[in-house]
């Protein structure tokens, strides 16, 4: 077994990293029905019948002054919260063969803190679609 450092997980939103990432959280949640039926004799039963996922991003605000074509600034954020849409993500290692979970996810919030003595922040929170996580690996 080998550890794998926080660095070496990332998220892509639209196919580009989160330009000026710092941390995050991926979370993936079983939806869980509870039902009791008179011949289990009143005790409850519970099946999985479905799972949810959202996750965040913490970053420091960059803006692309380089022409990175792989990278989201501060623009692209704004514009991808303010599309309202769905948009593709990919979480997952950075080198090939590395295990990629994939799916659609909405922006549920966005946030950006400055003050007078740090880089500016951002937040990002996410919540996926019901068409679940496709399970992968880094190809390139």
């Given at each position: ?114 003050d007078s003595e ?23």
């Open positions: 077994m080998t550890k794998i450092k926080g660095y070496d997980l990332r998220f892509k939103l639209g196919g580009k990293k989160c330009a000026g990432a710092t941390s995050g959280s991926f979370k993936i949640t079983p939806e869980v029905k509870e039902s009791k039926i008179k011949d289990d004799k009143g005790k409850t039963s519970r099946e999985v019948v479905g799972y949810g996922n959202s996750f965040s991003i913490n970053g420091t605000v960059m803006l692309n002054e380089d022409g990175d074509s792989e990278s989201m600034d501060l623009k692209d954020l704004r514009a991808a919260v303010k599309l309202g849409a769905p948009i593709p993500f990919v979480y997952g290692g950075v080198n090939v063969g590395d295990a990629t979970e994939s799916g659609t996810m909405i922006i549920t919030d966005y946030s950006e803190d400055t740090n880089y500016a922040t951002y937040t990002l929170s996410c919540t996926g679609e019901d068409s679940g996580l496709t399970t992968g690996s880094v190809t390139e």
